[in-house]
Structures are given as structure tokens and as C-alpha cells.
């Protein structure tokens, strides 16, 4: 038994320094990483099943002991397994808000593209173009007429606080 819980005791501080890779790791290889770490750890909990095994035969007197550097062992590993998900998840929800920022910044939001997409919509409900070079006219027109709105608005405005100061 002493033998393959030194190796499966060796086999988790080396699983420990990988895991300080992960971080450091860049994107091609950091899959690589993550998958002989999982590797690792599967391998480590077989170790445990044939341990716990080993230990149940053990002599009375170092049963209990050998029992709990099992489980001892088993916490380890499955610390070691979360932090391994843990990492996973983080990263996928990073790169999952990679892939939104670009689509984000992708998209382009000018008003002439909505005007586009509204007159072809008008082509389809079947308006004719006569019709269609009014309504494009008349937004033309309203343009004027509410800039001309805002600077007669700020033109009273000045000229109220001129005349009540």
C-alpha cells in the first residue's frame, strides 16, 4: 500500500503545480493543460479506489491511520477537481463575453441602414415609389423644421432672460 499512496501523494502536489500553469498558460496550450490535469486527476481517483481497498486489509492497528491518508487524499483531489472547474468555467464565461463584445462592436447602428430596411419593407406592402420619394421628402422637410423649432426655441429663451434681467 505504501508505495502507490507515495505515487498518488506525489501525483497530486505535481497536479497542484500544474494548476499554477493553467493561469500563465496561453490559449493553444491551455487546453492541452486542462486536459492532462483532468487526466491526472481520474488517474488519482482510480489510485483511491484500489487504496481504500488496501486499506480495509491493512492490520488493525494501522487500519484507522491508513483509512484516513485515504481520505485525506480523496479531499485533495477533489479540492483539486473543483478548482479545476472552477477555472473552466471562468474561463468559458470570459471568452463567451469575448465573443459578445465582438459581435457588439461588430454591428453597425446608423440611421441609414434602418431607413433602408423601412423602405424595403414599403416595397413589399407594395407602396409605389411616387409614394415612397413623398414619405423620404416629407422626413427631409421635418429635419429642417425641427431644427428651425430648436434655434427659435433658444431664441425666446435668450430673449426672455434678457428682457426679465
Same mark, same amino acid.
Given at each position: 500500500m505504501e508505495p502507490l499512496y507515495q505515487q498518488t501523494h506525489k501525483q497530486v502536489h505535481e497536479i497542484q503545480s500544474h494548476m499554477g500553469r493553467l493561469e500563465t498558460a496561453d490559449k493553444q496550450s491551455l487546453h492541452l493543460v486542462e486536459n492532462e490535469i483532468q487526466a491526472s486527476i481520474d488517474?488519482?481517483?482510480?489510485?483511491?479506489?484500489?487504496?481504500?481497498?488496501?486499506?480495509?486489509?491493512?492490520?488493525?492497528?494501522?487500519?484507522?491511520?491508513?483509512?484516513l491518508r485515504?481520505? @485525506?487524499? =480523496?479531499?485533495?483531489?477533489?479540492?483539486?477537481?473543483?478548482? !479545476?472547474? +472552477?477555472?473552466?468555467?471562468?474561463?468559458?464565461?470570459?471568452?463567451?463575453q469575448?465573443?459578445?463584445?465582438?459581435?457588439?462592436?461588430?454591428?453597425?447602428?446608423?440611421?441609414?441602414?434602418? @431607413?433602408? =430596411?423601412?423602405?424595403?419593407?414599403?416595397?413589399?406592402?407594395? !407602396?409605389? +415609389?411616387t409614394v415612397m420619394r413623398l414619405i423620404e421628402k416629407r422626413a427631409f422637410q421635418d429635419k429642417y423644421f425641427m431644427i428651425g423649432g430648436m434655434l427659435l426655441t433658444c431664441v425666446v429663451m435668450f430673449l426672455v432672460v434678457q428682457y426679465l434681467t
Open positions: 488517474q488519482i481517483f482510480s489510485h483511491l479506489e484500489r487504496l481504500e481497498i488496501l486499506s480495509s486489509k491493512e492490520p488493525p492497528n494501522k487500519r484507522q491511520n491508513a483509512k485515504v481520505d @485525506q487524499l =480523496k479531499y485533495d483531489v477533489q479540492h483539486l477537481q473543483t478548482a !479545476l472547474r +472552477n477555472f473552466q468555467q471562468r474561463r468559458y464565461a470570459r471568452e463567451q469575448e465573443r459578445q463584445r465582438e459581435e457588439l462592436l461588430s454591428r453597425t447602428f446608423t440611421t441609414n441602414g434602418t @431607413q433602408k =430596411k423601412i423602405l424595403d419593407i414599403a416595397n413589399m406592402l407594395g !407602396l409605389s +415609389n
